[in-house]
């Protein structure tokens, strides 16, 4: 049955997958929250492309690919562009200017997975998909450089089911550059002095206690969990040659089927795991 | 008219008669009857007509009549009042001859018409004629209810209200005569003996359950049904909720509740433990059947029927659009409801659009309508109890399930809501959630004034705990607000409810607690229960409860309280008033002053009305709410803990109250306050702090234009001093006026009684205090009792006396601003419009301004009892010279008014006027020894971090004068306390605060009279005049006294806000 998410058993349950797919422009053009090394393009796109695999054939999803707009150097990170809850999804309004097109691939597609659309037309908001976190059971919106007040009321108002709590972040991008879950009932977090923090601002605004998965490296807590029906808990994390140590805690999740992906190039320009694609629980159609 | 109001009378005394007979003993009353009779009929010459005509006579008049008698009859003497009865009774036994009936009815019509004359008479012909008045009020009242009584209950009920009212104002003219408290509280007692016999009287006689007294409750049940039962008045909210919850078959019946409203979202649940008369004050009796406790897990509730009736809740709660739900959620909870109301979907009989006289959502769109009918497909099978289950599972994730929200603002100003729920306490902006304290973390909930604090365990790396508050919109939405709390945190975290606690000496907070069985305990009951599944109809909630839904269910309410112009200030009538006609007009009349008070706009009628509004509202639970302090889990701190608290500034700072106007007084205070003697009471680092805090916000008047706020405020402590005056008779009429029904009174008294144990721990408190500063101490009790005053929730002013000075600390100013603008008029108005505020305060229909009677009674009565004060709480623990101090407290309150005309402006005016030893009075400030003179300049912004913050964002401007001279003839030499009294009046912007101290030191027993006059008002009134009169009177009074301390205090409040 549906209705909410028909509960924390159904976390991670998904059938659809949105990506898109990276332009050239990222290397010289993508936002980076500070200079760093350069892309190495066909890299990233090798690396992006194992990410898509994985996800259409060994987990079975059904991947939608939106073409690469050069025009969006951003564009390949979709999580920012929507938030897709159950049957609704909300097309963000994200806070950087430059990113704010992205929304319109995303629409498209979103509609036609016959999705309830809603869409973030005041301008006084915004939100990046990236500092929404969805735990199966409430949001937590990281108030960041791109996400404000009014674009998690709106994600309030559109999710009107769940608890929206805020969480002030201030030292990374967004609030999952930092944690994610990797469970039904499992946050994993970094270990850094404001995830740490922000971990605590969660764990008091929430009326359930939820199990904490602590990693060495802040980026490595950006992990994807799926649940998949013919192979139960699935977990994509970054791969051991990035972060051994954080891949040695991943390791001791017994229960779930654990793929290490490299993302080493889109971290580059602050991307993550979650961040290259928009998951979509359609439930059979009613 | 008079022909057919002959023919009336006639039958309700044949009816009457009947019932009479029975009652009584005939032959003892027969010569006392006769005597009256005469008397009666000498003054009975008038038309009988007003009295006789049952209903559509014009209420004043009756109610004119009644109170005349009652006045009377309240008279001191008991045999008279029993002599009355009896031969009332036997009155009509003689009807039955047709001889006497005839002259009854003379003689009743008579009382009724003659009522008004006779006031003005002595006092012996009065009771007799109050007796007489009394009966053929009586007898009226009968009459009408007989004629009505076919009809409508109601009015009967009425009547009894008006009729004790009109005994309690009797009660306070007398007092005046005899100006004797003594006397008075005789006549009190005397009263309920009559009020008694009264009821005998009329319950005998008609035999019809009717007559007694009873009020017809209206329960709006969840099924959109309604629920009529007649209830005695007197009955606690218990009773009516039981009935419901038989009606309904319900045994699970904890987490259920009744709710009443005062506005339409001024939601008061019914305290079962209380007299539902002093709960809904004037509200009528319209209660809606509600989910109080939300189980978390409404699965394991035992029974079907009570999941039904969650469910019930919760399709109101989403249809209303209190629970919020997506789309999706919206369609599958309806599909729920509809496959539990409907069954299975039958394409035959469920046609197009059998779906649309549901209601799912707030905005319910055809593709909703369309998604239910998919989803309602998928269903079948389910059984009703099956589907509820389903809607439950659904409906209790809701991140809004179970949350009861309240609008507050934080210490920002910004909006935000406060939702109490099984785990705690949400703090919401918008619809984010930003903060939340879980019950175990926190340590303390209080309120004060309209702001609303917890204390919240120190998080892991801080030292101490912070206390955070919110502002509310008003003092009562604050209340609200703790007492939801109090009983969530009970309900859920407890195994079992906390014992309230006992007015004992250290007492903190108010004795209100959640009285009835936890979550843990109605489960284990619920284990226990062994009967069939009950069978119960599953009632559609198809376009009724739309009806219902589509506004908050207190939308029907809301209806009855426009209808009732003074439901929503909430004192003035009862709804049984509603329906007769005579209590109609004063209520409305009290609705529109009730409802310009909130204005607090300067014209006097408001400012009237605002006390009047006070008053009432306090009545009825000062009693029980005091101060509102609950100490969660960690009730007992030791004296480490305290000296902590104490020693720790910084963490006073911190302290959200300290944050806020007055940090220095509690520095100053400390000083004095010997620590030793202080410690050993207090058993909470709070309460000592509270005590130092005090005395010099009290003593404060506001020169600077008063912020809204302030001014309800202020108003709640005059109310809070008039409920609390134990002996004072305005007091007792108060509170008897409270209960419209005689019984009422008794009641009353009992919580005077209550209310002097209070006081005598106050005297104790006052007797520590002068051990160690004599002067001071006064002061602190002083204070205290008007900070109790002030606080419209604090009932008993001794008790909660420490409670109340935080509250006073807190936010400094004294708030009785109100009044000021009442100067102007003159003192006949004035003592009418006391009067009505008196009656209305009492609930009475009666007209008070009208009618000579009341003009009768001597001013100064009026200004005590009926008018603005009312306060005077005479506290005597002690047996003293009460005399003296009521009728300085009249005048006092007289001249007061005076006072209230001339002007002061800027800075008080410093009199230092040193003569007798032993009597001080002071104005305003209490005595101080110290050579002080504390300006203290606070513009005090808590700048807490976020969310977390005081609310109360005030601009203080404190300025003492104090005399260096003060010796405190008490002070410094211990003697032995004997008595200590204090009495407490208001007026329009003056309060004063009389306390009286008798000592014994080394054999010479030393009485000493402190006086605090506290001026309250906006900028627009001369504080020097005004102060400058209040000390030329005051020595005028006592030539002796001295002033001891001056101190002004501006309080500006950054952020305003609307009150009630």
Known sequence: MAGLGGGPAAFGRCTHAVVRALPESLCRQALRSAPGPDVDFARAEREHQLYVGVLKSKLGLQVLELPADESLPDCVFVEDAAVVCEETALLTRPGAPSRRKEVEAMKKVLESLNLNIVEMVDENATLDGGDVLFTGREFFVGLSKRTNQRGAEILADTFKDYAVSTVPVHDSLHLKSFCSMAGPNLIAIGSSEAAQKALKTMQQMSDHRYDKLTVPDDAAANCIYLNVPSKGHVLLHRAPEEYPESAKVFEKLKDHMLIPIANTELEKVDGALTCCSVLINKSSEL | ?1060
Request: proline share 5%.
């Open chain 2, 1 to 1060: 008219m008079t022909t057919e109001v002959g023919a009336e009378t006639e039958v309700k005394k044949d009816a009457e008669q009947a019932g009479a007979g029975q009652a009584k003993d005939k032959p003892d009353e027969a010569s006392r009857t006769t005597e009256d009779e005469k008397s009666r009929k000498a003054s009975s010459e008038e038309p009988l007509d007003s009295s006789s005509v049952p209903v559509p006579t014009s209420p004043s008049s009756q109610k004119k009549a009644k109170d005349l008698s009652e006045s009377k009859g309240i008279s001191r003497f008991l045999p008279p009042w029993l002599k009355k009865q009896k031969s009332y009774t036997l009155a009509e036994p003689k009807e039955e001859a047709k001889k006497k009936t005839v002259r009854e009815d003379q003689v009743i019509e008579a009382g009724d018409c003659q009522l008004p004359e006779e006031a003005p008479q002595p006092e012996r012909s009065l009771k007799g004629a109050a007796t007489e008045k009394e009966h053929s009020a009586k007898a009226e009242e009968k009459e009408e209810k007989r004629s009505v009584s076919s009809a409508e209950t109601q009015p009967a009920k009425e009547d009894g209200k008006e009729i004790e009212v009109e005994k309690v104002a009797e009660e306070k003219e007398e007092k005046q005569v005899e100006k004797e408290e003594k006397q008075v509280e005789k006549e009190k007692r005397e009263t309920k003996e009559v009020q008694t016999g009264e009821i005998k009287a009329e319950s005998i006689p008609q035999k019809s359950p009717k007559k007694i007294k009873t009020v017809q409750c209206k329960v709006m049940l969840l099924d959109g049904t309604e629920y009529s039962c007649d209830l005695e008045k007197r009955a606690k909210g218990q009773v009516l909720f039981e009935k419901v919850c038989e009606h309904l078959n319900l045994l699970e019946k904890d987490y259920f509740g009744l709710v009443f409203y005062e506005s339409s979202d001024q939601k008061n649940w019914l305290d079962p433990s209380k007299e539902i008369k002093r709960q809904i004050r004037s509200l009528p009796w319209l209660f809606t059947f509600n989910v109080k406790f939300y189980p978390p897990d409404p699965s394991q509730l035992t029974e079907d029927i009570t999941r039904y009736f969650l469910c019930l809740q919760l399709r109101q709660d989403i249809a209303s659009g209190r629970l919020p739900c997506s789309f999706v959620t919206h369609a599958l909870l309806g599909s729920y409801t509809v496959q539990a109301e409907l069954g299975d979907y039958d394409p035959e009989e469920h046609r197009s659009d059998y779906i649309s006289e549901f209601q799912f959502a707030p905005n319910q769109t055809q593709e909703m309508e369309e998604k239910v009918v998919e989803l309602h497909k998928t269903h079948r099978g389910l059984s009703p109890a099956q589907a509820d289950s389903q809607f439950l599972e659904n409906a209790k994730r809701l991140s809004m399930y179970g949350v009861d929200l309240h609008h507050a603002k934080d210490s920002e100003g910004v909006d935000i809501m406060l939702g109490v729920c099984a785990n705690g306490l949400l703090i919401y902006k918008d619809r984010l959630r930003i903060n939340r304290f879980a019950w175990p973390k926190i340590l303390k909930i209080s309120y004060k004034r309209s702001n609303f604090y917890i204390k919240v365990r120190p998080a892991e790396l801080e030292q101490f705990e912070s206390t955070i508050g919110f502002k509310l919109p008003n003092h009562r939405a604050a209340k609200r607000l703790w007492k939801v709390c109090v009983e969530h945190h009970t309900f859920f975290r407890l195994l079992s409810p906390e014992q309230p606690p006992k007015a004992k000496f250290l007492t903190l907070g108010s004795k209100f607690r959640y009285s009835g069985r936890t979550q843990a305990q109605t489960r284990q009951a619920s284990n226990l229960i062994d009967r069939p599944a009950p069978h119960f109809e599953r009632t559609s909630s198809k376009r009724v409860s739309r009806s219902l839904d589509g506004a908050p269910i207190g939308i029907s309410d809301q209806s009855l309280l426009r209808d009732f112009p003074t439901a929503r200030g909430g004192p003035a009538g009862d709804k049984v008033l509603d329906i007769e006609g005579a209590g109609q007009a004063k209520l409305k009349e009290g609705s529109r002053e009730e409802n310009g008070s909130p204005v607090k706009t300067p014209q006097l009628e408001l400012i009237q009305d605002g006390k009047k509004l006070h008053s009432l509202k306090v009545d009825g639970e000062n009693i029980y709410v005091r101060h509102s302090n609950l100490m969660l889990e960690d009730l007992d701190k030791t004296q480490d803990d305290l000296l902590k608290h104490q020693a720790s500034i910084s963490e006073l700072k911190r302290n959200f109250m300290e944050s806020t106007p007055e940090p220095r007084p509690s520095a100053w205070e400390k000083r004095r306050i010997p620590p030793a003697a202080l410690q050993a009471p207090a058993k909470k680092g709070d309460y000592l702090f509270q005590l130092k805090t005090p005395p010099l916000r009290e003593k404060q008047w506001t020169a600077a234009p008063r912020t809204a706020e302030a001014k309800p405020e202020e108003a709640d402590k005059r109310h809070g001093s008039r409920a609390e005056g134990p002996c004072a008779g305005g007091s007792d009429a108060d509170k008897s006026s409270h209960e419209t029904l005689d019984i009422v009174e008794e009641k009353k008294q009992a919580e005077v009684g209550r209310e002097e144990g209070v006081v005598i721990d106050e005297t104790n408190k006052g007797k520590m205090q002068v051990a160690t500063d004599a002067g001071e101490t006064c002061k602190v009790e002083l204070l205290s009792k008007k900070d109790s005053s002030s606080l419209p929730s604090d009932s008993s002013s001794s008790s909660s006396s420490e409670s109340e000075d935080e509250e006073v600390g807190e936010y400094q100013p004294h708030h009785r601003a109100i009044e000021e603008v009442i100067r102007e008029e003159q003192e006949e108005e004035e003592d009418a419009n006391r009067k009505k505020e008196h009656q209305e305060k009492i609930k009475q229909p009666v007209e008070a301004p009208t009618e000579g009677s009341k003009l009768n009674v001597p001013v100064e009565h009026a200004a005590q009892v009926a008018a603005e004060a009312l306060a005077q709480e005479n506290a005597v623990t002690v047996a003293t010279e009460e005399k003296k101090v009521s009728e300085e407290v009249k005048q006092d309150v007289g001249e007061e008014k005076e006072e209230e005309q001339l002007r002061l402006n800027g800075d008080v005016s410093h009199v230092d006027i040193d003569v007798a030893p032993q009597i001080i009075c002071c104005s305003e400030p209490p005595v101080v020894k110290t050579e002080m003179v504390t300006i203290s300049d606070a513009s005090q912004r808590t700048e807490i971090s976020t969310k977390e913050v005081p609310i109360v964002q005030t601009e203080t401007k404190t300025i003492t004068y104090e005399s260096p001279q003060f010796d405190g003839s008490t002070g410094g030499n211990a003697g032995v306390l004997l008595s200590a009294q204090t009495i407490t009046s208001e007026s329009i912007s003056t309060t004063t605060t009389t306390h009286i101290t008798k000592m014994v030191k080394g054999g010479v027993s030393e009485t000493r009279i402190e006086k605090r006059i506290v001026i309250t008002g906006d900028a627009d009134i001369d504080h020097d005049e005004a102060l400058a009169q209040a000390i030329k009177e005051a020595k005028e009074q006592h030539p002796d006294m001295s002033v001891t301390r001056v101190v002004v205090h501006k309080e500006t409040e950054l952020a305003e806000e609307d009150e009630e």
